[in-house]
């Protein structure tokens, strides 16, 4: 079974840092592009980052950038977000993503509070 599994989220004060991981299980991981997306009530869901099925290239929505890395460990099927310098706009419903064009699978996500 298909499984993508994040955790790590939590509540944070502005400038804190957290790391979030993702799990993945029941698919070749190492094949897959992975990405984190993350979704605050009332707006559409973002691109936050991203990372190529080798870890060869990144990508980062300017918002974050210079801030969150995105990484993986294809010997444990883990993508992770380090996210440091976190700020109130940053609180969200962070997802995990994982796509080999056509094949896309979800997590279910994880929240992020950031606030004083």
């Known amino acids: 079974q298909v499984q993508l599994v994040e955790s790590g989220g939590g509540s944070v004060q502005p400038g804190g840092s957290l790391r979030l991981s993702c799990a993945a299980s029941g698919f070749t991981f190492r094949y897959y592009d992975m990405s984190w997306y993350r979704q605050a009530p009332g707006k559409e869901r973002e691109l936050v980052a991203g990372?190529?099925?080798?870890?060869?290239?990144?990508k980062y929505a300017d918002s974050v950038k210079g801030r969150f890395t995105i990484f993986r460990d294809n010997l444990k099927n883990t993508v992770y977000l380090q996210m440091s310098s976190l700020k109130p706009e940053d609180t969200a419903v962070y997802l995990c993503?994982?796509?080999?064009?056509?094949?896309?699978?979800w997590g279910q996500g994880t929240q992020v509070t950031v606030s004083s």
């Open positions: 993503n994982a796509e080999q064009a056509p094949i896309v699978y």
């Open positions: 990372i190529t099925s080798s870890g060869g290239r990144t």
